[in-house]
């Protein structure tokens, strides 16, 4: 299997990374993640935390940011990814609103100019979704009518997980995209009934979360890699095909055990793969 670099996406950390910013990345680099994908600075400067990154061997080659804050800040924004050596910025949220009721196409208009002001910056626009993306819009996903829209200034970032609950099979949707998927989520999860409706909490531009998850009564729930539904073997094949580079890991919720241990076990199941 290639030789994926495997990172952690920090909101799987969150209560950690707010109480203890910095001794949290000790304890990721520890869990054996060599790479991070930040969603939230917790006030902290771009410098603060590249020196930091260095000082632990962490690399950060993604971010989760909204594309608002690029479309307010400009060139400010992008400086402080470009701070961290970042190479790729996903939009991890753009609710539903945004797509339907006419308003596809003023919302692809901001994806452009905030792509292009990324790739004058040498940074990639990659997209992170969500389950709504697989609904329906003029006989297409949603998902795939945005990478048609922005075929050279936007990639995918699949969540697997949300692309599974939705009931698509995530191997053959990366496999699809192949040259277009340089990182992806790994996400693991139980559910009875698919495709029922958001289980997930959103979060603002700092990390923090907002409206608590709408639950629906399917026995969903979010687990640490192979203690789930998810054939992880089938898309990491599919992924080594579609040529990406980073898989990053994400559990949304941890109620069973610490959030730190959660990722742990994620990571040593894993190296079971092989990474």
């Not at 208009?109 to 003029?138: A, S």
């Not at 795939?144 to 200034?153: F, G, R, S």
């Not at 990366?174 to 559910?191: N, V, W």
């Amino acid at each position: 299997m290639k030789d994926f670099k495997v990172g952690l996406q920090l909101y799987s950390v969150r209560g950690d990374m707010e109480k203890d910013f910095f001794g949290t990345l000790k304890a990721v680099k520890e869990a054996g993640y060599d790479y991070v994908e930040f969603a939230g600075y917790y006030n902290h400067t771009a410098k603060e935390i590249k020196a930091e990154l260095d000082r632990l061997g962490l690399c950060c080659p993604s971010v989760h940011q909204g594309p608002d804050l690029f479309l307010q800040q400009g060139q400010e924004a992008v400086d402080f990814i470009k701070t961290l050596g970042v190479k790729y910025a996903a939009v991890p949220w753009y609710g539903i609103e945004n797509y339907q009721n006419g308003n596809f196409d003023a919302t692809i208009e901001k994806f452009r100019t905030v792509g292009e002001l990324l790739k004058k910056n040498g940074i990639q626009l990659t997209y992170h979704n969500h389950d709504f993306e697989f609904n329906y819009l003029d006989g297409e996903f949603i998902l795939e009518k945005i990478y048609a829209a922005l075929p050279d200034l936007i990639e995918g970032e699949v969540d697997t997980c949300w692309a599974r609950y939705a009931g698509v099979d995530p191997a053959a949707f990366i496999e699809k995209y192949k040259g277009r998927m340089h990182t992806l989520h790994l996400k693991d999860f139980t559910c009875k009934k698919l495709a029922s409706g958001p289980v997930y909490a959103l979060i603002d531009d700092s990390g923090k979360a907002k409206d608590p998850a709408s639950k629906e009564d399917n026995g969903f729930a979010f687990r640490p890699l192979g203690m789930g539904m998810q054939d992880f073997p089938a898309i990491l094949s599919a992924a080594e095909r579609a040529g990406t580079e980073y898989v990053i890991v994400e559990q949304d919720e941890s109620k069973d055990m610490p959030p730190l241990e959660a990722i742990k076990i994620s990571r040593e199941y894993l190296k079971t793969l092989g990474l």
